[in-house]
């Protein structure tokens, strides 16, 4: 089963860098030995400035190597119809590409599509022309009916975690060989976007025939990649396809996606050159990797967030109708105001993420073309407890926070729990790990909890199942008619001027529901050794290996 | 011969009269390395009894202005992420870790001595059935039984309890029967059975007081075990509930800062096997004690 | 009824009670496998029909006839997370594991009972109170801060050894000892540290019965009479224990593998329960668990043949 996925030739050598490791080490026995006493010197890790957003590198390549990327996590399916990891997504931007793509300033190219899609009949038919020429791993033709096959696939597939995204669709018809007509029940801007991610992977009809649902076993797309093999927890071997449209263009011989889920492994693997690109690089690591020789660093903003979802409403479960809550941060938005205005989130920054991040207050953060731009209110500890009093609760107001089980989670809440103690309010911490969370969140059994969403390009990705009354992810509860109609105008409506004053209004709405308090807008971060060239890492954090090789001139 | 001959009216003795506290006390100053274990281990209960008066620093309170700071006159042994002094988080993790391992072996002896007194003294069906629990729980990876228990149970100091002392049930109701099954045979046991003492007696009288031994060694090895049990668990994040500080939190915690702030790591992982090790310790010295031939368990 | 008839009938229904156990167990976790799936997702309409299309909607008991009957014909089911065959992904990761444990395993032999004979022939000497030491110190630290620290050491600030990862030895075996050593250290301390212990305590044992006295009394050598006679009756006990040891031996495998992200069971069963991936927590606790089973009824079948009283005693 196991190919010999990695041999002398093509990897190049290792990288050792012994004055910081005997500096390291130097430190780990002076603590280990000096213990208490205050003769260690300077420990602590320089901060260096990551300054503007680096997101490519254009530096020529040669051809021919292969590239070790360390993800965070181990991928789930690798089946765009049943794929709900984000780490999946980066595993699929090297093999299955999309109807259309993203840029790097965030704004929607074609990819498998030849242009930009074409709308009628008052948005409700998008015509898509395809791309002619392109054909898929196994050598099968990408023609309209094979799109057909994937988007219906998408729509019905049992399990499909695409059906819900898809739902504005009605029908899908390829009209002759290179273009595709999809009706809509009433018009759906956000649809664009969705085609540039999972629901625009086109999959190979012959492939989908041959394995059904086991296509997660050999997944056949068109990408400048294709499937080698996989080994469960460990790693995914992608090899450059020749049958890839571009594969002129390509470099790379091979892509092996490891996951190592510790920052400070996946660091130490890049020092020692078993890995060439560590993936989301933890903020702790960001200083180290910034100063280490050799290694470049990639950060662009992230188009997600964290932030605080309190439960105002569900009781049925998300989804189900709101109920009634009975407690001061449910009944009264005075008191979440007033949690919202005891929060730091400049300190949340510095402490939680070593001020790697960036603080936000909306749904929409910044570097999207729909950011609002808004500025935070700072916190205001007098005005929190004027609001607690206005409120007439008995302080302190108890709530019960729910916290993922990684370290970070933990160091989130404890802040939190700090900050929000000075205005009034006596936090629990409960850590619950992820799927008994996900549990609690759905079915509303839980006061507040911390969210982290990894974001979408089209500002309703970020907004509507959130904060839209009955939306799958409303976990607060959240139910405003005037956030409906502001809704579904957003989605509606096409013209950016339009819909970027729509979304204006609509933020402002949802955060002044204060059901989700957003605090922090992450950096996609991604350490690369510097023979790497070509790399691109957008906004979305994917990481794109199509340009990627070693550079020229190197050993 | 002789040497079995004095052997077998020893342990009769041994078990019938169990030494007096005393003597057991005598006994343990005689044998150096259970002294050390002893005295080890009461420093260790004693910080965590007096963890208040210990600590400089209340454990929970983070300062955010003295995050990470290395080991200094302020803070001996520096501060964490959050800023708060280690100092008095491992004090209070000592404490901790100690309320875990005390409580977690009595709910396995609560647990599994009846189980084991049952299946060795009425044997047949009873044993069958105790024998075949006991088996399907060692069956399991101890990790996937805690971890799965943890999670069905929630975070809590009580319910990383609950979750290691359950892994350890099945150790003692071997060694429990073990001992109940070498003991009947006795004849003293035998005589009382004869002698028309009830079965309640004959457990109660003569076979626990006999038992008690094995019973006590295994005690102190299954404090060190359920103290590594629950760091290993609020490594998973599994734990104790924050912001109250455990060993096992805090190397949790640690770990993203390795290489940034050692000191985070070092320190709680020190006093982890400290308390380990006193434990262990005592627990030898008991076992040469109690049982001077080399208990094989 | 005969010894190694019962022992095996009561092998088979411990196996059958931990298949129980393992199948209500995953499903007593809070949140099921469609939650776990739907991921970001989460509508209520993909969680239905994610649930309808594993069968979790149907009786319990139905479920587990279904997993008996298709686990007994080799189909383990499909890993809802990866959507790849259990058996392959278990058949995978079983190599690693085996080589994990195995080196561990000779580790602790060697080193324990080597150091447990120098403890009980040196008795009372330096010698044994730093092997005494020794073994309480792997002991008393924890694998996976003992994994931390390792790698900090050897992989970080001086390089020598790999600080994660895997490389199949057929694939190229420097390499693949350059990933092993450091985990191989970390599961095989505390493993080590245990058979010391047992081997000087049985050594004790032996050194002072009746028939080694009378075989030095017989003038036959210190050495021959450690060696042949003492160490071999002491090695009896060594192997019982290493028996026992084996459930440890795997718990601390998933440890160990976690630490140092080897891809072996430990990893895959985590990941599994954390997941809600039910076929791939019962394939693999099925797996490790007849391993377990198994070997201690091998264990104590020879026990059987070497000392036959334990067959009386177990049959009264």
């Avoid at chain 3, 601390?252 to 809600?276: H, M, N």
Wanted: aromatic letters at 6%; glycine letters at 10%; hydrophobic letters at 45%.
């Amino acid at each position: 089963m196991r190919q010999r996925t990695s041999g002398p030739s093509d990897r190049p050598p290792p990288t050792r860098h012994r004055p910081r490791a005997a500096a390291l080490a130097a430190q780990v026995l002076c603590v280990l030995v000096a213990g208490a006493t205050a003769g260690c010197a300077s420990l602590a890790s320089p901060t260096a400035e990551v300054g503007a957003d680096r997101m490519t590198d254009p530096r020529p390549a040669r051809d021919g190597g292969t590239l070790t990327i360390a993800l965070k996590s181990d991928p789930d399916k690798l089946d765009p119809t049943l794929a709900s990891t984000a780490v999946g997504r980066t595993v699929f931007t090297a093999m299955c590409e999309k109807l259309y793509d993203v840029d790097a300033e965030n704004r929607i190219v074609p990819q498998l599509a030849a242009a930009p899609p074409t709308t009628g009949d008052g948005g409700r038919t998008v015509t898509i022309k395809l791309r002619r020429g392109v054909r898929f791993a196994d050598g099968t033709r990408m023609d309209a009916k094979a799109v057909k096959t994937s988007l219906d696939r998408h729509r019905t597939l049992t399990g499909s975690v695409r059906a819900s995204e898809l739902k504005p669709l009605t029908s899908v018809q390829a009209v002759g060989d290179d273009t595709v007509r999809l009706r809509l029940a009433k018009p759906y801007v956000p649809l664009l976007a969705l085609l540039a991610d999972r629901a625009g992977m086109v999959m190979s009809p012959t492939a989908l025939k041959r394995y059904g649902k086991g296509f997660a076993s050999h997944p056949t797309c068109v990408g400048p990649f294709r499937y080698a093999e996989r080994v469960v927890g460990d790693r995914i071997v992608l090899d450059k396809d020749p049958n890839y449209y571009d594969a002129d263009a390509v470099h790379l011989r091979r892509v092996i996606y490891r996951t190592i889920i510790d920052g400070n492994v996946r660091l130490a693997n890049l020092q020692s050159g078993d890995i060439q690109v560590g993936d989301q690089m933890d903020p702790v690591q960001v200083g180290r990797a910034l100063t280490e020789p050799g290694l470049q660093l990639f950060h662009s903003p992230s188009l997600g967030y964290y932030g605080l979802t309190l439960n105002i409403g569900n009781t049925k479960g998300a989804g189900a109708p709101p109920g009634r809550i009975d407690t001061p941060i449910a009944r009264d938005v005075r008191v979440r105001e007033a949690f919202d205005l005891s929060l730091d989130r400049d300190l949340i920054n510095t402490i939680v993420f070593q001020g790697r991040y960036r603080p936000t207050c909306g749904p929409l953060p910044s570097g999207t073309p729909y950011a609002t731009g808004s500025r935070c209110p700072a916190r205001d500890l007098a005005k929190a407890k004027r609001l607690l009093r206005a409120a007439k609760v008995t302080t302190p107001v108890r709530v019960r926070l729910q916290i993922s089980t990684t370290p970070e989670d933990n160091r989130l809440g404890q802040v939190i729990q700090a900050m929000a103690k000075e205005a009034g309010f006596a936090v629990s911490l409960t850590p619950t790990e992820f799927a008994t969370g996900l549990e609690h969140s759905r079915a509303g059994d839980f006061q507040a909890a911390t969210t982290n969403w990894s974001g979408r390009l089209d500002p309703a990705g970020n907004i509507d199942v959130f904060a839209g009354t009955g939306g799958a992810q409303n976990y607060g509860g959240l139910s405003d008619p005037a956030i409906d109609r502001l809704i579904a105008e957003g989605g509606a409506t096409a013209g950016k001027p339009a819909r970027k004053k729509i979304y204006a209004r609509l933020v402002e709405r949802v955060r002044a529901a204060h059901t989700v308090l957003y605090l922090i807008q992450p950096t996609n971060y991604v350490s690369v050794t510097e023979k790497v060239a070509g790399l691109k890492v957008f906004g979305d954090g994917l990481i794109r290996v199509k340009d990627a090789g070693y550079v020229k001139g190197g050993s | 011969m002789s040497a079995a001959a004095t052997a077998l009216p020893a342990a009769e003795e041994r078990a019938r009269a169990p030494l007096a506290p005393l003597s057991r006390l005598r006994l343990l100053t005689r044998n150096k390395l259970a002294l050390t274990g002893a005295v080890a281990a009461a420093i260790l209960v004693l910080i965590a009894v007096c963890a208040p008066l210990i600590a400089p620093y209340d454990p929970a309170r983070p300062d955010f202005a003295a995050a990470l700071q290395e080991p200094g006159w302020a803070h001996w042994l520096g501060t964490d992420d959050l800023g708060r002094d280690q100092l008095s988080r491992v004090v209070y993790g000592v404490r901790a870790s100690l309320q875990i391992g005390l409580l977690a072996v009595a709910l396995a002896f609560a647990a599994g001595v009846p189980l084991g007194l049952i299946a060795g003294y009425y044997g047949r069906f009873a044993d069958s059935v105790v024998s075949r629990l006991t088996d399907t729980l060692l069956a399991f990876p101890f990790l996937v039984l805690a971890v799965g228990l943890a999670t069905i149970l929630g975070p809590s100091l009580l319910n990383a309890t609950i979750a290691v002392g359950v892994s350890q049930i099945p150790a003692v109701i071997r060694i429990t029967r073990a001992e109940t099954l070498r003991l009947k045979h006795l004849d003293y046991v035998a005589a009382a059975v004869v002698g028309g003492g009830g079965d309640g007696t004959v457990l109660f009288r003569h076979i626990l007081p006999g038992a008690l031994s094995a019973l006590t060694v295994q005690a102190t090895v299954g404090i060190p075990t359920a103290i590594i049990g629950e760091a290993l668990l609020s490594f998973l994040g599994l734990g104790v509930q924050p912001p109250s500080p455990s060993l096992g939190v805090m190397l949790s915690s640690a770990q993203a800062y390795i290489a940034a702030a050692p000191w985070m790591a070092v320190f709680p992982g020190l006093a982890i096997i400290a308390a380990t090790l006193a434990f262990n310790l005592l627990g030898d010295g008991l076992r040469d004690i109690l049982d001077p031939q080399g208990d094989s368990r | 009824m005969p010894y190694p008839i019962r022992r095996l009938g009561e092998s088979l229904i411990t196996l059958f009670l931990v298949s129980v156990v393992v199948f209500a167990g995953v499903r007593a976790l809070p949140g099921d496998t469609a939650t776990a799936l739907a991921g970001e997702e989460p509508t209520p309409e993909a969680i239905a029909q994610i649930r309808e299309s594993y069968g979790l909607d149907d009786n319990i008991v139905v479920q587990y006839l279904r997993y008996v009957r298709h686990a007994a014909t080799g189909d383990l089911g499909v890993s809802s997370r990866t959507g790849l065959p259990v058996l392959d992904s278990v058949m995978e990761a079983l190599p690693v594991t085996l080589e994990l444990s195995a080196l561990a395993l000779l580790l602790a032999v060697v080193v324990g009972v080597g150091a447990g004979v120098v403890a009980a022939v040196r008795r009372g000497r330096p010698e044994e109170w730093l092997v005494n030491a020794v073994a309480l110190l792997g002991l008393s630290v924890p694998a996976f801060w003992l994994g931390i620290v390792l790698v900090l050491a050897f992989a970080i600030a001086v390089p020598v050894f790999a600080a994660s990862g895997f490389v199949p030895f057929g694939v190229d075996p420097m390499e693949n000892l350059r990933h092993m050593v450091l985990p191989v250290i970390v599961l095989g301390s505390g493993l080590a540290a245990v058979v010391m212990r047992q081997t000087r305590a049985a050594m004790l044992g032996s050194l002072s019965a009746d028939y080694v006295r009378t075989a030095r009394a017989k003038g036959l050598s210190r050495r021959q009479v450690i060696m042949g006679h003492a160490l071999r009756n002491s090695l009896v006990t060594v192997v019982t224990v290493l028996g026992l040891q084996l459930g440890h031996l795997i718990s601390g495998a998933v440890v160990t593998e976690q630490i140092f992200v080897l891809p072996g069971f430990g990893k895959l069963t985590i990941d599994a329960v954390f997941s809600r991936d039910y076929a791939m927590v019962q394939g693999v606790v099925l797996f490790t668990s007849t391993a377990y089973i198994l070997v201690n009824l091998l264990v104590d079948l020879a026990y059987s043949v070497i000392d036959p009283r334990i067959r009386l005693g177990g049959a009264q």
